[in-house]
């Protein structure tokens, strides 16, 4: 356990209201990162960070804004949410070993489902 | 683009036999290769990772790479019903940033 949460868990909304999704971590890992998850597509990552305040765009960004103001949490924001981004979204960390080099393994939070109406 | 090939399945395996899982990828310089366990409706968990040719074993697991070939691999011996899932491969190329395949279903027969 990497000590990901990520809030909500389960969401529904309609098509064109704003969404915030949150991770929160307590292990103070540098870098941080969203990805949807779809039927036939696997992992897809949005956006990731590897700093506070520095973000960095995926292959699947359009339509997704985030944040991070504090080490501890990123936030992804669907500005106006439409029925193609109702998905799986998880969040994942890279683990800091002890040495204080980051490794490139990545562990995942247990997932937030969104279903856009 | 860089691409992580997977068979979608469903593999079907019987109880206590070998599971081959592999997995091909497409950009040379990928440096870190990982496969990942997903039960359904549950996140990714790290099996193995791998970032040398050969093999690498944890416990009932072994990963091969062949980086000339481009081909990794995970096998599971002496297969279990918990071990049925969804496997993900994860591939690293020169960044902070992950390439996944869509993931081989395997069912395990008892």
């Known amino acids: 356990d990497a000590g990901i949460t990520q809030s909500p868990r389960h969401k529904v909304t309609e098509t064109g209201t704003p969404v915030t999704l949150r991770c929160h971590q307590t292990?103070?890992?540098?870098?941080m990162y969203w990805y949807r998850q779809d039927p036939g597509h696997g992992l897809r990552l949005i956006h990731y960070s590897y700093g506070v305040k520095d973000t960095d765009k995926g292959e699947v960004s359009d339509g997704y804004s985030v944040s991070r103001s504090k080490t501890e949490d990123f936030l992804l924001t669907l500005e106006s949410a439409t029925s193609s981004q109702t998905s799986v979204y998880f969040c994942?960390?890279?683990?800091?070993?002890?040495?204080?080099?980051?490794?490139?393994?990545?562990?995942f939070g247990p997932g937030t489902r969104l279903t856009v109406l | 683009q860089k691409e992580v090939e997977q068979n979608s399945g469903p593999l079907s395996v019987p109880e206590g036999a070998i599971a081959s899982l592999n997995c091909t990828y497409s950009?040379?310089?990928?440096?870190?290769f990982f496969w990942y366990r997903q039960y359904s409706g549950k996140s990714p968990e790290l099996i193995m990772s791998?970032?040398?040719?050969g093999d690498k074993e944890d416990g009932r697991f072994t990963a091969q790479l062949n980086k000339a070939s481009q081909y990794v691999s995970l096998l599971i011996r002496d297969s279990q019903p918990s071990d049925s899932a969804t496997y993900l491969c994860?591939?690293?190329?020169?960044?902070?940033?992950?390439?996944f395949g869509t993931g081989t279903r395997l069912t395990i027969i008892p």
């Open positions: 994860a591939v690293k190329s020169g960044n902070e940033k992950l390439t």
């Open positions: 791998i970032y040398s040719n």
């Open positions: 994942a960390i890279s683990e800091r070993a002890e040495s204080g080099r980051y490794t490139d393994t990545q562990y």
């Open positions: 292990e103070n890992h540098r870098y």
């Open positions: 950009d040379r310089v990928s440096q870190s």
